[in-house]
Each structure stands twice: as C-alpha cells, then as structure tokens.
C-alpha cells in the first residue's frame, strides 16, 4: 500500500507512526511545505528567546525515520492529488501513486489588516522554525514591541520578547487577556504579573495600521493612540490550512470536516490536526493533533474498512504555563459570577472553586501553583461538595486528599 502524507507536523508525523506500525510493509511518504524534519512547534517561543537552539528541539533523530521507513519529500509541498489515477504531486516534481492520502496541513496565522498591509519588514507572525529565527533576528536589534492578541501563543512569545530586554506592548480586543481561560479577577492577577515582566497592556484595543518609511516604526490604535516600535509580533488566531481540499470537493467548515475514523468526505482521504474538524470540533493544540494523527495514520493503513476503530477524543490537558506562571482552568469556572463559587488571592496563588445548582464542583482554576489540582480534577462533575466545604476548597493548605473520600 502506498501511504501519501501532506505535512510533517505532529499529526503527519504522528500518523506516519501508526501506519507504520499496523501495516510494516507499506511505503509511507512525508511531504513537508517546511525544510525541517518535524520539531516541538509549542518550543518556538523557546528558540526566540534563545534558551533552546534549532536543531534542539527535533521531535526525533534522523536515525528514527530511517529506522521506519518513512520516505520525506523536505521542502516539497503536496500540490495536487487526482483521485481518478490515484496521483499525487509535489511542488518540485515528485510524482507518487497513493493508496491513501493523508492531509495534515496544519494552520496557518491570520493576519489582521494593520500587519498584512504593511509590507515593509518590521511585521512577525509565529508559526514555524523559520518564523522564530527571523523574530529573533528583529528583536536582537529592537527594544519595543507591539504584539497583537492576548492569547495563549501570543503571550508566550511576548515572554520570549520580554527575555530579550524587550518592552512588549500588548494589543486586546477583549476586556481581559486569555478571556478563554480567565475570570476577571484571574486576568486581572495575571496581568499585574506580566506587567513587572515588560508586558505593558492595551485592552479593548486594536490596531487601525502601520507606520514607518523603510521599515516599521509605530503602530496607530483605532483609538488614535500611537505606540512607537521596531517590531510588530502577530497572533490573532490561525486559520485552517485547507487549500488542497476545494480541488477535490471535500466538504469543509472550520475544517476539512471527517468522520469518526478521521476519514474526509472523499473515500481514502482522512485529515488530522489543526485543518480537521472532527466530530467534536476541538483542535488548535498539540496533543490533540497527536491523537488525532495516530488514529488517521492506523485507520487509513487498514486494508480492512470494517477493521477501523473511531477515534476517541480525550480531554484536553487543562494546565497551561503563561510566562512561566501555572495557569489551570478545569470545567465551569463561571466567569460571570452567575454561580455559587469561592475565590481567595493569597501569597500570588490565586483559587476559585464553582458548585453547580446540584451542588457539584462544577470547576476550578488555580493561577500561581499546582497544588491540588490532580484532585480537584478528578472530583469536577462528580463528587457532591458540602456548602461549608467550598470556602476552604479555595484557601491554601486545604488538605485536597478529602476530596476524594467525598461521596460522589
Ligand atoms: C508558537 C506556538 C506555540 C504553541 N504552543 C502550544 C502549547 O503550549 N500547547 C499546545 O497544545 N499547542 C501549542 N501550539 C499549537 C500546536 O503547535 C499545534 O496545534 C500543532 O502543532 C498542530 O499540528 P499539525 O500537525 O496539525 O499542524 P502543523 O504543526 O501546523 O504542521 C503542518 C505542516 O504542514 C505543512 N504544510 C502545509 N501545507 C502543506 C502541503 N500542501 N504540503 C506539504 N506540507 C504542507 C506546514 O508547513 C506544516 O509544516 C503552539 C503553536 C505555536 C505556533
């Protein structure tokens, strides 16, 4: 069998992995828009600050494909597939019959109007090796940054910025940053922290353009403000790169839509990662990428359609590190106050415990520690939290092992 993959990120190297263990024999070819064979792509930030090199950050040695088998186009693109010779082509000349084709083009950042219309240098999204060695480039010769959105890879490479000797100037639309994974008063503890690490904070504020006559020297607010700046760092999102889809009449969404066993609307097709919308519609991390390609690559090595197993979506991990500061948000955490809910602020750990109308723990976030989450976790939606019991649940030094002898 011939295994055609577009993409070497996680979820194409992934399911390369799997296809190779369910079918030994079969030949496995890894197209990749990108020249490196695949790395950490959540390490970025890492490579512009510095702390790790390039080449450190290999998802596997060279040895480990060799071993496997799986044949890389590097550099080369997957530009066309034609289902009726079954005939995929590269975009340096490669030509492969494939049994099965695997698109795993991952995402690509969006740019807003204020950075896609300034065509001078001076404008930086973060998406790939190539990405951050130029950012790295600009921010050793620059002292200021504006950096557009507030999210989790955004503040990430503020941080790295900020480890340069930077001054990051964050842009917000929202009223607080990462309102995804925030309350207010979390935001607000996270902002105060990130303001003595050179962040300085812009919210409900976006940008209306760029300025500067051979290179970039300040951003315009839509507000009329102005920030003078070398460099304009770019997160606002990604969109999903499915450009190979339309040719072949794949129904698309916010995504290459696939079934259960990670298969397209095309018989023999399957997409994974951050270009699939699968039936649970999550994706845009790392370890959901992981699954869903080791789900695609097994299924679609399978010679036996009956013999597929679906795909099982696990929770997505809820710990998240932001500058260096633990940041965990699991179930409800009711941001609008609407529940009956516990907080306390103490010694820079922040806590807030949610009860459902039922009297569940609905949710939690903790910011600043990591203390009790393995437990709180286990007990969100299960364990029935007496009244008394929520005021302590967000104090430090509760002892967070009674939790699990509650009845639930
Ligand atoms: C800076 C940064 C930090 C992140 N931090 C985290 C984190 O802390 N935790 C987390 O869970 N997630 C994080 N993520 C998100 C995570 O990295 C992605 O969800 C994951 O990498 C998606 O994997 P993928 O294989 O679907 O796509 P990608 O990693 O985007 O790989 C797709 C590859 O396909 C290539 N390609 C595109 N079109 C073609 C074509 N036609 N032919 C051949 N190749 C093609 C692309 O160039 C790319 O190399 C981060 C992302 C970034 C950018």
Redesign the pocket.
Known sequence: MNIVI?????????AAEAARKEDPKAEIYL????RQR?Y??????EVVAGTAEPDGIYVHPEQWFRDRRLEF?LG????EYIPESRLAR??LGSRLLCDRLL???????FLPEAAKSFTLPGVYP???LL??QDMRHAALKARTAVLLGSG??GL??GFALTRLGLTVHVLERAGRILPFQTTPRSADILRRALEAKSFVFHLESEAERAEGAERLERVVLKSGAGINCDLMAV?AG?RP?I??AGPLGLRTENGIVVDQYMETTSEGVYA?????QTPDRR????????A??LAAGSNMARADRAARAPYAPSP??AV??VAGIDLTSVGNIDPEGKLRSAESEEGGVYRKAVLSPAGLLAGFTVLGSREGVPELTRAVNRKAVPEDMLESLARPGFDFKRLDSLPG
């Open positions: 577009a993409g070497a990120g996680i979820a194409g190297l992934s197209f990749s828009a990108e695949p950490f792509r959540p390490r970025l930030p186009r080369e693109s997957l530009v590269g975009s698109i795993a083009t991952g995402a690509a950042p973060l998406r790939t990405d951050a989790l890879l990430e490479a997160s990604v790169e450009s190979l994974a990662g951050d270009c699939a994706g845009g991390m790392w370890s959901i990428a992981r869903e390609g997505p991990p998240l590190k």
